[in-house]
């Protein structure tokens, strides 16, 4: 399949879904490795995750934080407990940190505020090590622009992308580390209490776009209701990210393909893309887990029609490929995890004695040494070809 065919593709649901089956995907992810590297470069961003609260008013049936889970003892960190974290996480060369939770209605909204303040005011370590990567117009040879400009037509993306832009503020003090929310749906107001507070990206997942697979999923909520907290953020000026989960009971490739594109609709500065995994205290217990070979595919589709965006390498997909980081010595995609077109790893900072708790899905989890875990993690990002930031 040439680059024609596959851009034709990406114009329709049903052509996203014959693309995700191709026996051969070869051709796909090498382009989405020549997108990778043409719109974001060789660095490789690695975010801290702190996950200060596993209580959850929700009964998402996948998640083992959900509030019918009475086996799960539930925690909520101190201020003092998550300022410690972070302050460690940066010290170790962390750029961005992550704060991340269930929807937890107890910890009030102005608490987060002042830890925001405190994260603020730690100092990262030389924010100018490496450059951001030139624009694909700077860099890109008369062919592939043009099929970059086919591709910006696809849904009219052009527009939307300009605007995105515009509405993304800088941050003002490059000392200080970027901090990205996951709290779960909230209101307007607070959402907007939390970016002038100093919020720089939110991160609200979706899971899935099929209306009916999302009310089974979520008996608490509705994807209408998600999806308007995510244009909420976007106009209030987050980097704004979701994403979903690959093998949920009742998925078809049909249902990936419109996760894709409304992805690309809102459209995301991040998306987080990577298999189910069965949780025994769910639901959905003793189900089948998703597979990592689609859970790839489909980040090369979204590297395709998101080029500029940051697209994570999931911890899911790491776990069912038997390890918690990847290592060489196995077919191409397996060997080198950033090959389809991921730039970004998530690294637990969240303290031992909370870490196991924080159980949306079963995994084995290793005592946490911060700068360790960094230095491991950009040693194996280096063997990739590609560089830590």
């Known amino acids: 399949m040439n680059i024609n065919e596959i851009y034709e593709h990406l114009k329709t649901t049903e052509g996203i879904a014959s693309l995700l089956a191709l026996d051969d995907f070869t051709p796909v992810y090498e382009l989405a490795d020549r997108i990778r590297a043409e719109h974001v470069g060789d660095i490789v961003h690695l975010r801290a ?3 200060f609260s596993n209580i959850c008013k929700r009964q998402c049936i996948y998640c083992g934080l959900n509030r019918e889970n009475r086996e799960l003892e539930r925690f909520r960190m101190s201020r003092d407990e998550i300022i410690e974290a972070a302050a460690e996480a940066v010290d170790a060369g962390y750029r961005t940190i992550v704060l ?3 929807e937890d209605d107890g910890t009030p909204p102005e608490d987060i505020v002042e830890i925001i303040k405190d994260i603020k005011k730690l100092r990262i370590r030389d924010p100018w090590t490496f450059a951001e990567s030139p624009s694909v117009s ?8 043009s099929f970059v400009g086919s591709r910006q037509s696809v849904e009219g993306s052009a527009p939307a992308a300009k605007q995105a832009a515009e509405q993304l503020a800088p941050i003002s003090d490059p000392y200080a580390p970027a901090i990205t929310l996951s709290c779960g749906e909230k209101s307007e107001a607070v959402y907007r209490l939390w970016r002038e507070a100093g919020a720089d990206r939110y991160l609200l997942k979706h899971e899935t776009a ?4 999302y009310d089974r999923l979520h008996p608490c909520g509705t994807l209408d209701s998600r ?3 995510l244009k909420t953020l976007r106009a209030l000026g987050y980097e704004t990210g979701s994403g979903f989960m690959i093998g949920l009971p009742g998925q078809t490739l049909e ?11 809102i459209p995301c500065r991040m998306a987080g893309i990577g298999p189910f995994i069965s949780n025994p205290r769910t639901p959905l217990a003793g189900s089948p887990d998703g597979d990592p070979e689609l859970a790839r595919r489909a980040v090369a589709v979204a590297r395709l029609l998101l080029p500029d965006s940051n697209l994570p390498l999931t911890t899911s997909l790491s776990i069912l490929a038997g390890k918690e980081q990847y290592d060489p010595g196995e077919p191409l995609v397996v060997e080198n995890p950033f090959a389809f077109g991921a730039n970004v790893v998530m690294k637990k900072a969240t303290p031992d004695k909370y870490k196991e708790a924080y159980e949306i899905y079963p995994a084995q989890f290793k005592p946490t040494h911060i700068a360790e875990d960094r230095k491991e993690l950009e040693e194996m990002i280096m063997r990739c070809g590609r560089r830590p930031r």
């Open 100 to 102: 991340q939770s269930g």
């Open 49 to 51: 995750i702190i996950e």
């Open 227 to 229: 999806v308007k907290c």
């Open 255 to 265: 249902t990936v393909a419109k996760d894709i594109l409304l992805l690309k609709s």
């Open 138 to 145: 700077e860099v890109a040879p008369p062919a592939i622009s």
């Open 210 to 213: 099929d209306p009916e697979l």
